[in-house]
């Protein structure tokens, strides 16, 4: 038990407002739960506890650790008439297996949230866990021939095995029996709708999604890089409140993500907050970043830096809990810039169900990691399940990059997410809704990638080769390795597979969106005649 506690105590920071923890012996097995609380629905003292059911008269317990939130607890209370103890949203999943235990696991597909849990039944000796679809949530799990074990992060699994449990995926097996991980990802063919109509949905899906994780009872704030996703989300919650909110955003002075924020936060009259940070700001952040998101990609590493850093200037400086982002929408709609060159409609299509598979590697990972790093969540409503299952399956020629309607072509490329623009034009100035996909280290300053580029020069590191894995090539590539590796060399689980790379360019070696030849030319809005 002492190796799982000392586990457990390294991601304290991930619940700073309560922690609890429950050791059990029974069938012959030893079992260590433990709960690090950030209180957002119910913060009363009611619901710090790790959530647990004793029927009358029994001793045993049903016990539930959940990082999340289950959106629809709700109507869930209400469609199955569930007797609750507590105001947590996460005790519906522990009443549905109490009140109703023939629906399970299968019931896991009416959760519309963003979760990772494990339940555990002391009467069978029976263990349930399961991920959200895209996994917004992290779950990470390692196991021996004696020996199970689960953690949000990786350094909270005492096992050199260490792997993600993958999205989308739930897990039932007891004591006595083989751990094998199971599927509950549906697919669906196309659906059969215009381009027009397409629009409709799909401003009816967003603004629900997003109002559905409108639900707090703590402080909730907008980080907003002044690009499209994030000032959408920002713009869609200031409708749907109709109050003030408050807006965050990070850059190096001059940036165009400040400057663009600063556009968005005035259109919605915010409470806007204005980062700036340095050169030396962003390196003294490096080897914590590293650390922290369990990762050496390195886009990841670049974006994850100012990240980092937002979240903690919200940390340190207001009372903010829950922070809106934009992530999942460049996956999910085919808008990084080399989506441009898709060769066809079924490439478009497949690439972009590959970076949606990949995202909880990758995009999700940092904005879990940088956030939870400062005691913060973070929620996520492009990866909303009605969202995703709609815009997943309508036809991909409609996500293609294209020209607007109301548009003048300028050059020979249209412009990535003309779908999303077209649906919401008029939440946003022009200028925010006609700007052309802009990566966050590259928005920040690519003063900031140049700085990280030349300290890794300055610094190198051996090369190495690393069979199964992502080998680094760079100075920069290099150097964010060996940061890696003082924390994980033995948790080969944790390795990327691949560096997060742009596609159909040829002679590409650097992830950033401006060594792309379409970078910097996009379509523009008519004017009307004066």
């Known amino acids: 038990m002492p190796k799982f506690t000392k586990a457990f105590q390294s991601i304290q920071y991930r619940g700073p407002d309560h922690t609890s923890t ?12 433990g709960f690090h609380r950030l209180a957002i629905i119910d913060p009363t003292s009611k619901s710090d506890e790790l959530l647990q059911d004793r029927p009358e008269g029994k001793d045993q317990n049903v016990y539930l650790t959940c990082n999340g939130e289950i959106y629809n607890y709700q109507y869930l209370i209400k469609k199955y008439s569930l007797l609750v103890k507590t105001g947590s949203d996460c005790e519906v999943i522990l009443q549905l297996y109490r009140q109703y235990p023939q629906l399970w696991p299968e019931i896991i597909e009416e959760f519309d949230g963003d979760f990772a849990f494990i339940l555990y039944d002391a009467n069978l000796g029976i263990c349930l866990a399961a991920r959200d679809r895209m996994g917004v949530r992290p779950l990470f799990h390692a196991h021996s021939k004696n020996n199970v074990a689960f953690g ?10 260490v792997r993600q449990f993958p999205p989308g995926h739930w897990v039932k097996f007891s004591q006595f029996e083989k751990y094998q991980p199971e599927s509950w990802v549906m697919h669906r063919p196309y659906f059969r709708i215009n381009y027009e109509s397409a629009q409709v949905v799909i401003r009816e899906l967003f603004t629900e999604a997003v109002r559905k994780r409108l639900m707090s009872d703590r402080p909730i704030g907008f980080l907003v890089s002044g690009g499209l996703d994030s000032s959408l989300v920002a713009a869609v919650a200031a ?11 990070i850059g190096l002075p001059g940036s165009p993500d400040l400057a663009a924020a600063a556009i968005v936060a005035k259109s919605i009259n ?8 340095s050169t030396a700001d962003i390196l003294e952040a490096l080897p914590a970043v590293v650390r922290h998101c369990e990762t050496y990609d390195i886009t990841t590493i670049r974006a994850s830096i100012p990240m980092y ?7 340190e400086h207001t009372d903010t809990k829950v922070i809106f982002s934009g992530e999942g929408a460049d996956e999910l709609l085919g808008g990084y810039l080399y989506f441009h060159k898709a060769p066809s409609y079924q490439a478009f299509q497949t690439e972009t169900v590959r970076l949606l598979k990949e995202l909880y590697k990758y995009d999700v990972l940092r904005g879990d990691r940088t956030t939870a790093a400062w005691g913060l969540e973070i929620r996520v409503p492009f990866l909303d399940a009605d969202f995703l299952t709609f815009v997943t399956n309508i036809d991909p020629g409609h996500k293609m990059p294209k020209i607007p309607h109301g548009f003048v072509q300028r050059t020979n490329h249209g412009i990535e997410k003309a779908l999303m623009r077209e649906a919401f034009a008029g939440y946003l100035p022009e200028s925010i809704i006609n700007r052309q996909k802009e990566a966050f280290s590259d928005g920040v300053g690519t003063s900031s990638v140049a700085a990280l580029k030349k300290w890794a020069s300055e610094h190198p590191a051996p090369m190495v080769d690393i069979p199964g894995a992502a080998t680094p090539q760079t100075d920069e590539a290099r150097y964010y390795y060996q940061l890696f590796q003082e924390h994980y060399v033995e948790f080969r689980g944790l390795y990327p597979e691949y560096y997060w790379m742009p596609r159909w360019f040829d002679n ?13 030319t996009f379509c523009e809005k008519v004017l009307p005649k004066s």
């Open 22 to 33: 429950v050791s059990l012996t029974g069938h012959n097995k030893s079992v260590f739960l």
């Open 152 to 161: 949000s992060e990786g350094k909270a699994v005492p096992f050199v095995n």
């Open 239 to 249: 409708k749907l409140l109709n109050k003030r909110i408050t807006t965050f955003s």
């Open 270 to 277: 915010s409470d806007h907050h204005e980062i700036i940070i």
């Open 309 to 315: 850093l937002i979240s903690k200037y919200i940390k």
């Open 508 to 520: 590409v070696t650097d992830p950033s969106a401006t060594v792309l030849s379409v970078y910097g």
